[in-house]
């Protein structure tokens, strides 16, 4: 078989979702790690993007996580990651729009203005009225659980799953809680940290926090080199 190629960063949620869905189908693969803090020149030409993860396979490069896992479950169907009815398929993909549209717009809102005291509170607030829309229109409308379609795990549980890891730095640093409600979540969530590709390709709070703290430094940096000039910007390129 054509070698599978990944080209990932350790810490990158998105890229998580795709090493998660290569390790549902237990799929081999060659994994390069790249450090986004100090990319290698060539990959620009591997990531059109410029961003993780990108697959190489069959002579056919891939990106967007949410796409590179539908062409996996398409080009390896079992086990099957999507439902087999065109009515499942169109949950599942709600849902995972969900996740990109509205879910992970209010996490990236929350975090980006975690230190703006006048915006925190509504941040926060507007993430729980996501998550509780989850729980409501989502969980406890689509079954019985335990994951987002049922019995089975699905790109749905993929799709959000990294990011829920990450819940704790939406705590620590953005002031959000997890709505009392929203019991079928952690029920989801639950279920989910005890599958092997999640427990394999996830990292503890700790490792989070820190993550972050590097990233707001390289933030940091890109700001003072741009406000440099053109050439020290291009040195200090950010994730
Ligand atoms: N929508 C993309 C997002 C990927 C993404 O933002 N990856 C980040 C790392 S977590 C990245 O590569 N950033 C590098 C950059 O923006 O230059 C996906 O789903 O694959």
């Known amino acids: 078989m054509a070698p599978?190629?990944?080209?990932?960063?350790?810490?990158?949620?998105?890229?998580?979702?795709?090493?998660?869905?290569?390790?549902?189908?237990?799929?081999?693969?060659?994994?390069?790690?790249?450090?986004?803090?100090?990319?290698?020149?060539?990959?620009?030409?591997?990531?059109?993007?410029?961003?993780?993860?990108?697959?190489?396979?069959?002579?056919?490069?891939?990106?967007?996580?949410?796409?590179?896992?539908?062409?996996?479950?398409?080009?390896?169907?079992?086990?099957?990651?999507?439902?087999?009815?065109?009515?499942?398929?169109?949950?599942?993909?709600?849902?995972?729009?969900?996740?990109?549209?509205r879910f992970l717009v209010a996490t990236h809102k929350l975090m980006s203005e975690a230190n703006d005291t006048a915006r925190r509170a509504d941040n926060a607030g507007k993430l729980t009225e996501v998550l509780r829309?989850?729980?409501?229109?989502?969980?406890r409308k689509l079954g019985d659980g335990p994951y987002f379609l049922g019995e089975t795990v699905s790109l749905v549980d993929l799709q959000f799953s990294p990011f829920f890891e990450r819940f704790g730095t939406y705590e620590r640093l953005g002031g959000a809680t997890w709505p009392a409600d929203c019991t079928r979540l952690r029920a989801w969530f639950e279920a989910m940290?005890?599958?092997?590709?999640?427990r394999a390709t996830s990292r503890p709070l700790e490792y989070h926090l820190e993550a972050r703290r590097q990233m707001q430094l390289r933030i940091a940096e890109a700001r003072r080199a741009a406000a440099a000039g053109p050439g020290a910007q291009a040195a200090a390129r950010t994730h």
């Not at 060539?42 to 891939?62: M, N, Q």
């Not at 796409?67 to 849902?95: G, K, S």
């Open 4 to 101: 599978i190629e990944l080209y990932s960063f350790e810490g990158c949620p998105y890229a998580q979702r795709t090493r998660m869905a290569l390790l549902e189908k237990q799929l081999d693969f060659v994994l390069h790690e790249i450090d986004l803090f100090n990319r290698p020149a060539w990959f620009r030409d591997v990531s059109p993007y410029g961003k993780v993860p990108v697959l190489r396979h069959e002579g056919v490069t891939i990106y967007e996580s949410a796409i590179i896992n539908q062409y996996l479950d398409e080009r390896f169907p079992a086990p099957p990651l999507m439902p087999a009815t065109p009515a499942l398929r169109a949950q599942a993909r709600i849902w995972m729009d969900y996740c990109e549209t």
């Open 193 to 198: 940290q005890g599958r092997e590709s999640y």
């Open 133 to 139: 829309f989850i729980e409501h229109e989502g969980l």
